[in-house]
């Protein structure tokens, strides 16, 4: 009797687990047949283009990176031109994104007259035009849907002001300063609004305006900008205080002033942007302040902003730049530098 009590239990215990083990893999199997359905990302299916004046350099790396990060999130398509500085390039560019049907186009206004009749007809064929990066000079110039980008005239007056009063911290004679700034492309709007900026600056420091030149350091080329600031230093050895008015010239202006037997603060130096030539440059006090007018903001809400206007309509305006970089907050920034800053 009790043996047979004893086999009949542990059948019945054979059989619990033979029902428990099938119970599992069955639900483990229900749950493996069971398809996620992802909820769709809000920009799928759209299509934007960004068409630019940049070349292959740290500065368009960092805007392109906000580019792709905000596509990814949107879950749209997002494609960047760079016309290494040739406006012929670029303008070629543009119509090739226009005729391409995108969603919207996200365009370097870099020259005051040359884009108003291409994004205007853009625009009449149905194909949206925000400005980036860089703005046209006149108010209402151009008919653009909105600018997301620095207030350049603003960034360089701000700049200009520090940079002379460390001059004048050194006890420089002001009225007898020389002020040379090196533009890569020195006729395109940027560096025409920002060389204004400067002379605002100079005017509040008592530095006369016949006491300035605009250089061209010769496109977007870095071995080409630096060989030429470095000879216009050789050549003019009454400068004073000398800026980058982008960011490939601020990055090499460590580089040149070294090159052309300059020490430290022998120049009193500034510029635009957060490369990593220009963070090196402030940290050995070869420059005294650099503007971030925070790029990677400008690819990120450029595709933001155009997938808006595609749903809502919506255009802002957006201030991307005004942050005065000096050694003091250098190194909050210098691992972002080249990818997010």
């Known amino acids: 009797m009790r043996k047979t009590l004893r086999f009949t239990v542990l059948v019945l215990a054979v059989l619990v687990l033979v029902f428990t083990a099938f119970g599992c893999a069955k639900k483990a199997a229900e749950t493996t047949d069971q398809v996620i359905v992802a909820e769709p990302k809000p920009g799928e299916g759209m299509y934007f283009r960004l068409v630019t004046h940049g070349g292959d350099d740290p500065f368009w790396a960092v805007v392109s990176q906000g580019m792709r990060d905000a596509a990814d999130e949107l879950g749209c398509r997002a494609e960047i031109d760079l016309a290494g500085g040739d ?55 151009n008919p653009r849907l909105c600018y997301i980008g620095q207030s350049e005239r603003v960034a360089a007056y701000k700049l200009g002001r520090a940079v002379f009063q460390a001059g004048k ?8 300063a020389f002020v040379a700034m090196a533009a890569e492309v020195p006729g395109a709007a940027y560096a025409q609004v920002r060389s204004q900026g400067i002379k605002d600056a100079m005017a509040d420091f008592g530095i006369p305006a016949g006491n300035f030149e605009l250089i061209d350091a010769g496109g977007v080329e870095m071995t080409t900008v ?29 580089s040149s002033l070294k090159a052309a037997g300059r020490s430290a603060g022998e120049v009193i130096a500034g510029g635009f942007d957060a490369a990593p030539g220009t963070l090196e440059g402030i940290e050995e006090d070869f420059i005294v302040a650099s503007i971030d007018q925070q790029q990677y903001l400008q690819g990120y809400f450029a595709v933001y902003t155009l997938y808006l206007y595609k749903k809502y309509g919506l255009t802002p305006n957006i201030d991307t730049g005004g942050y005065l970089i000096t050694k003091d907050t250098a190194g909050l920034i210098s691992e972002l530098s080249g990818k997010y800053r």
């Not at 119509?95 to 370097?108: C, E, F, H």
């Not at 291409?118 to 035009?129: E, F, M, N, T």
């Open 226 to 254: 630096e060989s030429r600031q470095t000879n216009y230093l050789l050549a003019h050895p009454e400068v004073t205080f000398m800026f980058g008015a982008g960011g490939i010239c601020t990055d090499r202006l460590t």
């Open 87 to 141: 406006l012929a390039n670029q303008q070629k560019a543009f119509q090739d994104a226009v005729a391409s049907r995108p969603d919207g186009i996200a365009l370097v206004i870099n020259d005051a007259t040359a884009w108003d009749k291409p994004v205007q007809d853009a625009l009449d064929a149905g194909v949206p035009v925000i400005g980036i990066n860089n703005d046209d000079p006149e108010p209402g110039g």
């Open 169 to 176: 911290d050194a006890s420089v004679d002001m009225g007898k």
